[in-house]
C-alpha cells in the first residue's frame, strides 16, 4: 500500500509554489497594471469577493478618509493584471482565494471562514499566513501581498495617503 503524496500532486505543488514565488517578485510596471481588459474576467465573482477581503486588510490605513478598496477599481485592475500573465503563472490564484477564505477552518481552528471574521481575525488570519512554517503558505501571502501593493497603488485614489503628488509626466492610456 501506497501512502504519501504522489508524483503528480508533488509536481503539481512545486508548481504551484513556483508561480507564487515568480508573483511575490512581480515589478511593479505600469503597463501592467494598465493591462487592457481581457474578454471574460480572471476572477469569478466570489473569488473577486474573497480577492477584495484580503486586499482590503493587506492595504488598510487606518485613516478614516482614506478610499475604499471596493469603490477604487482595485480588484479589475488586479484581474486585468492576472488576465494578462502566463496562465502558468495565475493557474493557482482562485484556488488560492479558497484556501484563504477556509483558511480560519484548516489552520487557526476557527468555525468561520476569511470573509466572514472581523478586521482583527482577518489580521490574525493573515498573519499565519505570513509566519506560517510551511513555505507555499509563506510564498502564497507574499504573491498576494504584491497583487494588492500592485493594485493598489496603482490607484490614483490611494496616491493622497503616502502623499504621492503623481507622476511628472502624465500617463498614457492604452486603447482597446
Not at 31 to 36: G, K
Request: hydrophobic share 50%.
Amino acid at each position: 500500500m501506497r501512502t504519501g503524496i504522489s508524483r503528480r500532486g508533488f509536481l503539481s505543488l512545486a508548481g504551484s509554489g513556483a508561480a507564487f514565488a515568480a508573483l511575490a517578485r512581480l515589478p511593479a510596471a505600469p503597463a501592467l497594471a494598465q493591462a487592457p481588459a481581457a474578454a471574460a474576467p480572471f476572477f469569478s465573482p466570489d473569488e473577486s469577493d474573497i480577492l477584495a477581503s484580503i486586499v482590503e486588510r493587506m492595504v488598510d490605513t487606518g485613516l478614516p478618509d482614506a478610499p475604499r478598496v471596493r469603490e477604487s477599481g482595485c480588484i479589475a485592475t488586479i484581474d486585468r493584471l492576472c488576465g494578462a500573465l502566463d496562465p502558468a503563472l495565475t493557474q493557482p490564484l482562485p484556488i488560492l482565494m479558497r484556501a484563504v477564505d477556509w483558511g480560519p477552518y484548516l489552520f487557526d481552528w476557527r468555525f468561520a471562514r476569511f470573509r466572514e471574521l472581523d478586521a482583527d481575525g482577518k489580521d490574525a488570519s493573515l498573519r499565519g499566513w505570513m509566519a506560517s512554517s510551511l513555505a507555499l503558505r509563506r510564498l502564497a501571502f507574499q504573491a498576494l501581498k504584491n497583487l494588492s501593493m500592485l493594485g493598489w497603488y496603482s490607484q490614483d485614489a490611494s496616491w493622497a495617503s503616502i502623499g504621492y503628488q503623481g507622476p511628472l509626466i502624465a500617463r498614457r492610456t492604452v486603447v482597446s
